[in-house]
């Protein structure tokens, strides 16, 4: 019986004393000797120019430093490819400090620096700048008719698929068809740490970045380009994250700011964006969706069409895949999907949770609820008729997909047959009851990483790379991870992160850590359980005498065939005989694209909501949900669970509460705190019931997992929507579903 | 086309900033003089000055919660009030209801229900949680909820804290 079994259990995370301890230090708690304070000043208009910084005034004051603007910002690197970061888009990335011209609302445009944070804050409030505006549109209504196909550009990003069968003609044909538009307004990432750097000054020009991001070397390498740094002039750590949800993936003007202060007073610096600085750094596109639909007489889907319009900013062409997952997530032969951008007077948009599956997601997923109804079919049995068995968009199959028993599973456990069809028909509590479903696709992806892994002739096992924690677990499944491979205890492992100094990881976003650098930590630890090996069978007498790296297996602290429990060292012994003090391996893993080339591999989900609405008030109650996910193998129950139900949180929000609303008169959001951006609290959460549907699944990576971060949070917003027509039997198109819109 | 210039009002000499003094502050129950101007809240005090840092900034208005600290007992957002208001109170912070080789009945609650994914709002729900225990207030699940509803997580585990605040008041 094995107790190094780790990967599937349910271990608490191993850095949770920490974190519950308040013993975790975010990139703005590490205490740096003789620390000085930015405060970032932001533009109050759109668009135009700054005329005149009048710096000398704040810097005449006691304590005051240095007033840094475009007035004063020394030579830096002149071409965008410098500022260009590993996930940029299309275009010319925002350069801070860099001009006197004003693109965006919000713009930062200087920054004071003083001896204390109470100093800084205060000259910034004093700081003059003249400006002339120029008239902007920040307006999406307005560019409806402007709309173009982005080039590429963006990892990651893929154009529709071209058009396939006959759309057009398959739609007129059609027995049953809808046709309906779709919105959503911009949101926010808003994680609860503000992004924060606290730059060390090291001398002699290095520097340490303790930085909020969900890529360290993404960092590093933005700052190189930038100040012209070299590799040994520049480390960049962050060790735990305060949430991230895509708003880190790309170096935010924070760390610009921060590094610029440091070189230029060769002291160290700690910059800290306000929470309405927060909206200033990215955000999930306002964007707007025509879907029509066509159906066969037996209920099977004749066409589908999904068009896709959403803003970005005059300098880049943010990208993210709405529509493609609606050619794959159904089986049908008529489709035709389309995406354009437009350019608004706004910052550009950035990657958040599922971006754009999180957007495209409820396009179709209430499409497809007006579609059941118009075909009078039941909505869960309407996606059943189209269940697709193969990726249409690539014309291959699935490596695995289990979304069938999803949607099994999970309309068992909400009892999904106790629903009645007809809008407004259920009731409860003196209140009108709605059941909607809905559910969704993700990419499994894996990126290139590398990992190290060290014992020490006591037994432990340190492994490190340098990838991310920001609330998914990754210290904790890397842990199993490496501890299952060499079969160790949890406690004689520790995984080390989030440091320029380890080797190379992704950034930390599209759900592919698990994959990614698990694979890495895995591949490491085997080949210093090679090693080991090669020192167990030095002995003349060593029961393992002849035997190859897969003849063997780690277990319980022991080194043993696996056809023979009985011939067996004990770990420890073999690493204390061998005079060494320590053993090292270093390695690195990538897709087996040869293995993978043939399939298409994805992630699917369902969730199941039931609303309650008071008739007279038009108040949503969220009163449960169940969310079932077939995301291959999970690493740990607990941690996965969590982030499923996080997903189930963050779908509630889209679909109810958050909308950053911008006041185009002025092109600047007007609710830019937590006061008046609405996310959800813990009052509004119902009861969340989590499945995990398991794939085996050994094409995607060799742990078989598919990442867990992104695709709990699809199906649950039009779920939602959908529930909410079903108690009131008003289709509300354009979330978030506030009670207005109900009445 | 241009509109109109946007100029702040021109000022002669900008005033001074007020200076700092002593102030004594009683933190976990350690008395310790910090250096600071009167307009430090007692948020900015503990991270930046005490070095502190278990409690958590994440709005600076009072509307998230995460600065959340005990004050004589009772939770009070921390960045909402200034540092040298509290010369004569008993303050305690995360560190003070817990380390991580000894951690309270909450914090190991916490753990236990994954009460947290990144950890940021956690000692705020913490502290939070501790304030509603003190105050004999949390009986049923609706009233947790209800009243650790101003402490935003945007990881979403508002069910594990739940949980985890419910297993210790019904241990109680």
Not at chain 1, 31 to 38: H, I, K, Q
Not at chain 1, 539 to 556: I, R
Request: with cysteine; hydrophobic share 35%; aromatic share 6%.
């Amino acid at each position: 019986m094995s107790q190094t079994n780790h990967i599937g259990k349910a271990p608490s995370r191993v850095d949770g004393p920490l974190k519950v301890a308040g013993a975790a230090h975010y990139s703005g708690e590490f205490n740096v000797p003789n620390l000085a304070y930015g405060y970032v000043v932001n533009s109050p208009i759109t668009k135009g120019k700054i005329l005149k910084v009048h710096a000398d005034e704040v810097r005449a004051l006691p304590g005051v430093l240095e007033v840094f603007s475009h007035e004063n910002v020394p030579y830096l690197a002149w071409f965008d490819k410098s500022y260009k970061d590993q996930i940029a888009p299309g275009g010319s990335p925002f350069r801070p400090l860099h001009s006197p011209d004003i693109t965006f609302n919000q713009q930062p445009v200087a920054l004071v620096v003083a001896d204390t944070f109470e100093l800084a804050r205060y000259a910034a409030a004093l700081l003059r700048i003249d400006y002339e505006q120029q008239e902007h549109e920040t307006n999406l209504e307005a560019k409806r008719t402007e709309g173009y196909a982005p080039g590429g550009g963006k990892i990651g990003f893929q154009p529709p698929p071209p058009p396939r069968g006959k759309p057009d003609q398959a739609l007129k044909e059609a027995t049953h068809s809808i046709e309906a538009e779709y919105a959503h307004g911009a949101q926010h990432h808003n994680p609860m740490e503000l992004f924060t750097t606290t730059v060390e000054w090291r001398g002699d020009g290095k520097i340490t970045a303790y930085d909020k991001t969900q890529g360290v070397y993404n960092v590093k390498n933005y700052l190189m380009g930038v100040f012209g740094l070299g590799k040994d002039d520049v480390r960049v750590v962050n060790q735990f994250m305060g949430g991230g949800f895509g708003a880190g993936l790309r170096p935010q003007y924070s760390v610009f700011m921060a590094v610029l202060a440091t070189l230029e007073l060769k002291r160290s610096v700690r910059v800290t964006l306000t929470r309405q600085q927060m909206f200033s750094i990215g955000h999930r596109p306002n964007t707007l969706q025509l879907v029509k639909l066509g159906t066969n007489p037996d209920g099977t889907l004749a066409a589908l069409q999904h068009h896709a319009l959403h803003e970005t900013s005059q300098f880049e062409d943010y990208t993210e895949n709405i529509v493609n997952w609606s050619g794959m997530l159904y089986q049908c032969e008529n489709v035709k999907l389309g995406y354009e951008l437009a350019k608004l007077d706004i910052y550009s948009p950035q990657d958040m949770r599922a971006p754009g599956a999180a957007s495209g997601n409820v396009g179709l997923e209430v499409a497809m609820d007006e579609m059941a109804y118009a075909a009078g079919l039941d909505p869960l049995e309407f996606r059943m008729r189209n269940y697709a068995d193969r990726d249409q968009n690539v014309d291959k199959p699935f490596s695995s997909k289990k979304l069938r028993e999803c949607y099994k599973q999970a309309a068992a456990k909400f009892g999904w047959e106790t629903r009645t069809q007809e809008p407004r028909s259920m009731r409860a509590n003196g209140k009108l009851v709605g059941m909607g479903m809905g559910g969704g696709v993700w990419d499994a992806t894996q990126q290139k990483s590398a990992a190290k892994a060290l014992i020490s002739a006591d037994g432990k096992l340190t492994v490190r790379s340098a990838t991310g924690e920001n609330g998914t677990g990754t210290y904790t499944i890397m842990t199993q991870i490496a501890a299952e491979t060499l079969g160790l205890p949890l406690e004689a492992v520790t995984f080390e992160l989030g440091d320029t100094d380890q080797p190379e990881a992704p950034i930390q976003g599209g759900s592919w850590t698990a994959a990614s650098v698990g694979t890495a930590v895995k591949n490491a630890c085997d080949a210093l359980g090679e090693k080991i090996l090669k020192l167990a069978q030095k002995p003349a007498d060593s029961p393992l005498k002849g035997a190859t790296y897969d003849e063997v297996e780690f277990v319980n602290g022991q080194l043993r065939l696996r056809h023979d429990h009985a011939q067996a060292v004990v770990l420890r012994d073999v690493l204390q005989a061998s005079g060494e003090t320590q053993l090292e391996a270093d390695s690195s893993a990538q897709p087996n694209m040869a293995k993978q080339n043939g399939y298409s591999l994805h992630s699917h989900n369902v969730a199941f909501a039931e609303v309650e609405v008071d008739e007279d008030l038009g108040t949503i109650k969220v009163t449960r949900v169940v969310s079932a996910v077939a995301a291959g193998r999970i690493l740990n129950q607990k941690t996965a669970r969590s982030q499923v139900l996080g997903s189930v949180v963050w779908g509630l929000g889209m679909a109810l509460m958050e909308e950053t609303i911008m006041d185009h008169k002025f092109g600047r959001y007007v609710n830019h705190n937590f006061a008046e951006y609405h996310i959800p609290v813990n009052a509004d959460i119902p009861h969340i019931d989590v499945i995990f549907v398991h794939e085996d699944d050994d094409i995607v990576n060799p742990l078989g997992v598919k990442g867990i971060g992104e695709v709990g949070m699809l199906g649950v917003t039009a779920a939602i929507a959908n529930a909410v027509f079903h108690a009131t039997g008003k289709r509300v198109r354009d979330l978030p579903i506030m009670l207005d819109k109900l009445l | 086309m241009s509109q109109p210039l946007i100029s702040a009002p021109a000022s002669g000499g900008l005033p001074n900033p007020v200076p700092t003094g002593p102030v004594r502050l009683t933190i976990n129950g350690e008395t310790q003089t910090l250096q600071l101007a009167p307009w430090t809240s007692l948020l900015d005090a503990l991270r930046e000055y005490a070095h502190l840092t278990g409690t958590k900034k994440g709005c600076d208005h009072g509307q998230c919660g995460a600065c959340t600290v005990l004050v004589n007992g009772r939770r009070i957002n921390s960045c909402l009030t200034l540092a040298v208001m509290h010369e004569d109170d008993d303050i305690t912070t995360i560190e003070g209801l817990g380390t991580p080789e000894n951690l309270s009945p909450l914090q190991q609650a916490f753990v236990d229900h994954d009460a947290f994914q990144c950890g940021y709002c956690t000692p705020g729900q913490i502290c939070s949680a501790q304030g509603l225990l003190n105050e004999g207030h949390a009986h049923s699940e609706a009233e947790i909820k209800e009243l650790m509803s101003g402490n935003l997580c945007r990881c979403g585990a508002y069910v594990g804290i739940l949980d985890a605040v419910k297993e210790v008041v019904d241990k109680q």
